[in-house]
């Protein structure tokens, strides 16, 4: 299918994997995107094994820190997890070194990314696609594929009667990234009322010098106070819990605290009701578009899987077959990662010393009953 051009709606992982991976089957692409630009504050995701080996097949230069386990820790108690389905590891990386080095590899390609495009039209015919912004620019091609994230304009062309997808899932999610070249294993903190996640994850971005770690936590509040959030208030909420932590964390957070280069990056959290259809005769879904129920921090490596897969279906001449089993695949993977992780996200920490202990009792259980292994 080389004589085609695919418009992709989104420059995220999955719109610019995409078009790597059809650049080196020779098949033409374009990427417009509605931001202007994508540098400013990032966070910090995990990327598994499957992911990690879909990086690698796009040629892309090493990024991020590796890690092999998952360390939980209950107060006292704790529990070591390795994944044992994979020989690789995972990582552990900025969105945003991740993201260089995909723009990187999309202009040695050649390949088009227009920044400042916010789609106001989509039209397809049988004759192919165009794409209008809301400045009037026009972009044409023979197909077209929604990368545009969980409040996609696609999907809701693809679904008309399925109303607003994007729900509030009860949280301000919060990400610190500060300088600190100690290897630190993803490691997940319960203490009463809250956890905190951290874990080495690399540079920040190509022009960084030294290692950082990143910190993540959730503060469980009402979206209207989520969406009024400000830097002072989640540093306040976060200097509050900070006098809980044992003394390896809190040193940690001072180094955040200390750190003029340090990076804050909070928002709530929103997540959706997967759309019935994701294709048409010349449009799909892909990535968050598709399945926008956030799949427990496997997002980004669902949407490198989503990339391969769809890659593979334009290639071999985007048929009505290969469409169908592209949505049931992915979906079905999604939906279990997706399910798992409403479910583990929707239970609220425990609130006394003695729930997180009982919590640490099942999973040091759990550990023992493994023997410390378990895929994920």
């Known amino acids: 299918m080389s004589g085609e ?14 078009a790597i991976m059809l650049a080196e089957q020779n098949i033409e692409s374009q990427v417009v995107e509605a931001r202007q630009r994508f540098d400013g504050p990032t966070s910090g995701v995990r990327i598994s094994a499957e992911g990690v080996a879909i990086l690698k097949f796009m040629q892309l230069d090493a990024v ?31 969105r945003l070194a991740l993201h260089e080095q995909l723009m ?26 165009a794409v209008t912004s809301d400045s009037g620019e026009k972009v044409t091609g023979t197909l077209l594929v929604g990368a545009d994230g969980v409040g996609s304009k696609l999907r809701q062309k693809l679904n008309p009667d399925q109303g607003p997808t994007k729900t509030y899932v009860g949280y301000l999610g919060v990400g610190l990234i500060t300088i600190d070249e100690t290897t630190i294993e993803m490691t997940l903190h319960h203490y009463p009322g809250h956890q905190l ?34 830097r002072a208030s989640v540093e306040a909420e976060l200097a509050r819990r900070a006098g809980g932590w044992h003394s390896e964390l809190k040193s940690k957070y001072e180094l955040y605290t200390n750190d003029p280069d340090a990076i804050l990056a909070y928002g709530p959290i929103y997540n959706g009701t997967p759309p019935d259809h994701w294709y048409s005769n010349r449009m799909i879904l892909i990535g968050d578009a598709a399945h926008p129920y956030g799949p427990g921090g496997q997002g980004i490596s669902m949407a490198l899987k989503d990339a391969k897969a769809l890659s593979t279906v334009i290639a071999r001449g985007f048929t009505e077959d290969d469409k169908r089993e592209f949505q049931q695949s992915r979906s079905r993977e999604s939906r279990a990662l997706g399910e798992a992780a409403e479910k583990r996200n929707a239970r609220a920490a425990s609130s006394t010393k003695w729930g997180v202990f009982g919590e640490g009792l099942g999973v040091k259980a759990m550990e023992i009953f493994t023997r410390g292994k378990l895929s994920f």
Do not use: Y
Not at 7 to 14: E, K, Q, R
Not at 198 to 222: L, Q, Y
């Open 64 to 94: 991020g820190q590796d890690t092999r386990r998952t360390d939980l820790r209950f107060g006292g108690l704790s529990a070591s997890f390795s994944d044992f389905a994979h020989a690789a590891p995972a990582i552990v990386v900025t």
């Open 104 to 129: 990187k590899q999309a202009r040695s390609l050649g390949i088009r990314v227009v920044t400042g495009f916010n789609v106001a039209n989509m039209a397809e015919s049988a004759d192919g696609v």
């Open 197 to 230: 996640g951290i874990a080495s994850c690399g540079r920040v971005n190509e022009a960084a010098a030294r290692k950082s770690i990143f910190m993540w936590t959730h503060i469980r509040m009402p979206e209207a106070d989520a969406k009024l959030a400000t």
């Open 5 to 18: 051009k695919v418009i992709i709606v989104g420059g995220g992982v999955a719109g610019l994997s995409l």
